[in-house]
């Protein structure tokens, strides 16, 4: 009697980081608590267990060149690139690489873990979406009010609805204070996990209105009916993109005995 052996579903991630920000100049190369927020993305996400290979990708020479100083595999990619899935997809095409699953690993979130990464991935591939991505809950009507934090709505499955970089949904008849106490919020975590066929597919789909209006990317394909797991974590994350940002992110660190 044979057995046909189950195979291992094979995962690589990709961290796009981009020169330039127009609230925080060279932001990859911003420094907390003297290490660069680009080294701390990649020490955090190279723990992981399911990723056989983890590269960053990047538009702009002195990050390739500090990044290799750190031994990390770079790849150089066209600065005119729209969007950070549009980089990723570039490098996946550039090293000529297939996987199942290829994660974006957002380069502005310096407390990615490993761990987490491991459980999205372990999670979505059993899901039947094309895409997997965290969200946390929101306890703080500022966070709620940021536009630099996106929303997101969910359907019954934990499947995303839609992401708004705007409070959703509008609670009616309440005060913005009371929001949080009569209706659930969730924000977006900056990691997506692509399925190989999501991600070429995302690359020959043209920018959306809905996409262009509130410069998210995740939008074009939710557009086209493509479907987001979205993996609920209670991991305080503090993306990064202002200086007021690198203080919180430092005074978290360091409340946490990290250098």
């Known amino acids: 009697m044979s057995f046909l052996k189950e195979r291992i579903m094979d995962a690589i991630g990709i961290i796009p980081a981009r020169i330039g920000s127009v609230r925080l100049p060279e932001k990859p190369l911003a420094l907390i608590n003297g290490k660069s927020l680009i080294q701390r993305v990649w020490e955090g996400a190279s723990t992981a267990k399911t990723l056989r290979r983890l590269i960053v990708a990047t538009d702009d020479i002195r990050i390739k060149e500090h990044c290799e100083s750190f031994g990390a595999e770079v790849v150089l990619t066209p600065a005119e690139l729209p969007s950070g899935t549009d980089r990723i997809a570039y490098v996946v095409k550039e090293l000529d690489e297939t996987a199942d699953v290829i994660f974006n690993i957002q ?153």
């Not at 394909?221 to 305080?236: A, P, V, Y």
Request: proline share 4%; with cysteine; net charge negative.
């Open 107 to 259: 380069g502005d979130e310096p407390l990615i873990k490993g761990e987490l990464i491991d459980e999205l991935f372990n999670r979505f591939v059993i899901s039947l979406c094309e895409v997997g991505t965290l969200i946390k809950r929101i306890n703080d009507v500022e966070e709620l009010d940021n536009p630099g934090i996106v929303k997101v709505t969910l359907k019954n499955d934990n499947v995303a609805n839609y992401f708004s970089r705007s409070p959703i949904p509008f609670v009616r008849d309440k005060e913005k204070k009371d929001w949080l106490s009569s209706q659930v919020f969730w924000k977006h975590i900056g990691i997506y996990a692509y399925k190989d066929f999501a991600l070429k597919k995302f690359t020959e789909l043209p920018q959306t209105d809905l996409e262009i209006s509130e410069s998210l990317e995740q939008l074009r394909l939710l557009q086209n009916n493509f479907k987001f797991f979205c993996l609920e974590t209670k991991t305080d994350f503090i993306s990064i993109d202002t200086p007021e940002d690198i203080l919180k992110v430092e005074a978290k660190l360091n409340s946490l005995g990290f250098d």
